[in-house]
């Protein structure tokens, strides 16, 4: 089993539409999670951090279930800007601070 | 500006040789890492360094080699035993405290065989 998974998509919405996002972890201990957003043949960049108690930013949402273990981002009102994939970020728990990363979901919006 | 830089931005091995990829960054984190990224793939940590004169082998180590000779560089060598390096190479870097974790990325390498 994978350490951190998320379904790859394409998720293909209209724009104005909510979508959302799940990723499961594996280590029940893992501390910090992160969203990064990654644009076609770019680096990947911090799109927020994930806490206890649920956090907002603008039109993303992130959600986190330590219980179920998963990992939720939402966004609503959808931008062609917003086309991207979505990379699920979780904190290894031995004492580096190396991350782990999923794969990715990719996130396509049309006109 | 603060940032991590890399370069060069697309590099071409030939086979059996060794090639270097820089990675610099100017803000004063004491943590790096080199990743790799295969298409449709996510990220695999290669190397990583938690301070100066010291680093560890991350998941895909083998047929690469690193240096921290100084906190703000980070090189990664692929060497000829390194048999499908065609890839896009990441670097990294965070603080090394709890809390400080969120990792900045540089810009990449693309690295293709000829």
């Known amino acids: 089993r994978k350490e951190v998974e998320q379904d790859p998509g394409p998720f293909n919405v209209p724009e104005g539409a909510t979508v959302a996002f799940n990723c499961t972890y594996s280590?029940?201990?893992?501390?910090?999670f992160f969203w990064y957003r990654q644009d076609c043949r770019k680096e990947p960049k911090l799109l927020m951090s994930?806490?206890?108690s649920g956090n907002e930013d603008g039109r993303f949402t992130a959600q986190l279930n330590r219980a179920s273990q998963y990992i939720s981002l939402l966004i609503r009102d959808s931008k062609l800007s917003d086309s991207a994939t979505y990379l699920c970020?979780?904190?290894?728990?031995?004492?580096?601070?190396?991350?782990?990363f999923g794969s990715g979901t990719r996130l396509l919006v049309r006109p | 500006d603060g940032g991590i830089t890399q370069s060069p931005k697309y590099l071409f091995r030939k086979e059996g040789q060794n090639v270097t990829l820089s990675c610099e960054q100017n803000?004063?984190?004491?943590?790096m890492y080199w990743y790799r990224q295969d298409p449709g793939q996510g990220l695999r940590l290669i190397y990583y360094?938690?301070?100066?004169?010291?680093?560890q082998k991350g998941d895909i180590a083998e047929g690469y080699s690193v240096s921290r000779e100084k906190k703000e560089s980070f090189p990664l060598t692929v060497t000829s035993a390194q048999k499908n390096p065609t890839a896009f190479y990441l670097c990294?870097?965070?603080?090394?405290?709890?809390?400080?974790?969120?990792?900045?990325f540089g810009p990449g390498t693309r690295l293709l065989v000829l």
């Open positions: 990294a870097s965070s603080g090394a405290r709890l809390g400080r974790e969120t990792q900045y």
């Open positions: 280590n029940s201990a893992s501390q910090s």
């Open positions: 994930v806490y206890s």
């Open positions: 970020v979780v904190k290894g728990m031995d004492s580096s601070y190396k991350l782990i």
């Open positions: 803000l004063n984190h004491d943590a």
């Open positions: 360094s938690q301070i100066v004169n010291d680093f």
